[in-house]
């Protein structure tokens, strides 16, 4: 007989085998076994989801709370809770400003920002706040000076347009607490009122002094100081 | 024994997967007896053909998170499992069967004609397919045993129809031999 006769003939007679059945016995011990073992594993699951259920759940939770006490904390005043948190959102802020175009507007905001502040506080009769806040905006204006002055080295055209951006500012900020110095009677105020005002002419001084050239300067002061010390 | 099912099981995974123990009743009693013959099969003893099945049904219907990543029909998964099951269990037992027939020192003098296959018994079989390569085993198994297509058996064995094709091809003619080798001792 040839090989493919023989071998369908085979595979007929494979076919032909009964099955071999389990025992009803064994059956069911198999069905109470496997049932056990899904029912478990449903639980474990159930559990498993509820954990992770609890878990996003507090996370979520979290990230509102976060983002509430942000968004809060932009109107915030420095007699409130929230104003260490805005001084921390000002920093984040701030190292996205990567021009100095951005940096001036940067400094410019938070120096209009602190204004404001004080303006709050003087109202609220907290003085010394208030004194802190006119601080505050005098070094942003000062650190916006040092980079008009900075930048004239560098690009004297967008220089003189930074320049022209600061003393703007600092003309409407003067105009302000000229206002204000009008309106408050405590020598304290008067005198945090004035010292900003001088502090924001030094500004104008500093900002409209020419670029020195660094090859012109002596040893050991090879580059603006951020802190610089402007001339009367 | 009737085709494995494939889209009809769809929707009792989904909720054995949500914890309904109806539906895992329901595939348990779909494939519990053709595993439980398919370990049978290749064990050759009753008790290990109930553990296997056991063990296979288990693993099947508590791990279905791993089933739907798999990209083929739930049976060919359980037979996969039943298959890993059953080369763990040689691995324990010690009895493994790698060397193909063809070049095994089976008796090359008897005549393949002599045979006579319709004086075989259903043992004479079984015991003979026993002494085929682990593929052979399982492509004639599933073929003929399990009554299964070439294109289901080649999902399962994870090969093209053509190599299933050509396995069983070789399958037979190693059997063929192996029954004859019995015959002539």
Known sequence: MPEVQRLEALAERLRAVDPTMPSPAAKIRGWNLVSAAVQQSATVRSRSHSVKRLLLAAVAAAVLLVAGAIAASADSLPDSALYPLKAVVEQARGAFAFTPSDQLTYHLDLARTRLTEAEAMIARHRFDLASQALNAMNDQLNNAAVLVQTEKLADPAMAADMENRLLQAIATHDRQLAGLQGQVTNPAAQNAISEARDRAAQAVQLAKTPAANPSDKGPGNGSASPHPTPKH | ?185
């Open chain 2, 1 to 185: 024994m009737g085709k494995a099912a494939s889209d009809d099981d769809r929707p009792l995974i989904e909720r054995v997967r949500r914890g309904d123990q109806d539906a895992a009743r329901t595939l348990y009693e779909r494939y519990f007896d053709r595993i439980y013959n398919y370990a049978y099969a290749r064990l050759g003893r009753a008790e290990d053909a109930e553990d296997l099945a056991i063990d296979t049904m288990t693993r099947s219907l508590t791990r279905l998170d791993l089933f739907q990543d798999q990209g083929v029909a739930f049976s060919s998964w359980v037979y996969r499992i039943a298959h890993n099951a059953t080369i763990d269990h040689y691995r324990r037992h010690g009895k493994v069967t790698l060397v193909p027939l063809d070049d095994a020192t089976l008796p090359q003098s008897a005549d393949p004609s002599e045979l006579a296959i319709e004086h075989l018994s259903n043992e004479d079989l079984r015991l003979a397919l026993r002494d085929l390569t682990d593929e052979q085993q399982q492509v004639l198994i599933l073929r003929f045993f399990q009554d299964l297509t070439a294109a289901q058996v080649a999902d399962i064995m994870g090969k093209s129809v053509g190599a299933v094709q050509a396995l069983q091809h070789r399958a037979l003619g190693s059997l063929e031999r192996a029954l004859q080798g019995r015959a002539v001792n």
